[in-house]
T-cell receptor
């Protein structure tokens, strides 16, 4: 049974700092991995999608890496800003197509102090 | 572009009352649709998914049911709510295009409180 773990559960950093969020999964047979952002009381916003054949994806100040063999992914946030404060969730998909539901970690709550 | 709607945004219901939450998707056809629940202190849990009209798969035994009466409409229901049904309910759909292979997109959610 696939399990997804995110460490740390919470993180507080000063503005401008570069930071890394970690995600690990127990079964390396994944189709893809997706990173999301969730603001309090809101739905999930997709940040980055990494296919199983890819090593990393970048979007602006965000960079996500994937190491399937070790069951790890990291989300790197450069030059953090107070607006980055949110809960970040990673999720893995076992299969593509119709059976492709996501297995989520519990998230890392990030607070960026001005 | 694709958009996903959920309503109501918030709901407070007494124990034993019925429930109906609705999710609709615009700008795509024949999407895979999902209902998740996010309970306080717990991760997101998949409740149901659907690959087409009238086709529902349940992931966990529970007090809830789902239906898909139209291609882009997904409904979550209960005949009698329990206290444990409280939570944040999220609807999601799958992108299946070559540009977004199996990327999943979420709606704004419904906050349900059962008293």
């Amino acid at each position: 049974k696939q399990e997804v773990t995110q460490i740390p559960a919470a993180l507080s950093v000063p503005e401008g700092e570069n930071l890394v969020l970690n995600c690990s999964f127990t079964d390396s047979a994944i189709y893809n991995l997706q990173w999301f952002r969730q603001d309090p009381g809101k739905g999930l916003t997709s940040l980055l999608l990494i296919q199983s054949s890819q090593r990393e994806q970048t979007s602006g100040r965000l960079n996500a890496s994937l190491d399937k063999s070790s069951g790890r992914s990291t989300l790197y946030i450069a030059a953090s800003q107070p607006g980055d404060s949110a809960t970040y969730l990673c999720a893995v998909r076992r299969y593509g197509g119709s059976q492709g539901n996501l297995i989520f970690g519990k998230g890392t709550k990030l607070s960026v102090k001005p | 572009s694709q958009t996903i709607h959920q309503w109501p945004a918030t709901l407070v219901q007494p124990v034993g009352s019925p429930l109906s939450l609705e999710c609709t998707v615009e700008g795509t056809s024949n999407p895979n649709l999902y209902w998740y629940r996010q309970a306080a202190g717990r991760g997101l849990q998949l409740l149901f998914y659907s690959v087409g009209i009238g086709q529902i798969s349940s992931e966990v035994p529970q007090n809830l049911s789902a239906s898909r009466p139209q291609d882009r409409q997904f409904i979550l229901s209960s005949k009698k709510l329990l206290l444990s049904d409280s939570g944040f309910y999220l609807c999601a759909w799958n992108g299946l295009s070559a540009l977004s292979d199996n990327e999943q997109f979420f709606g704004p959610g419904t906050r349900l409180t059962v008293l």
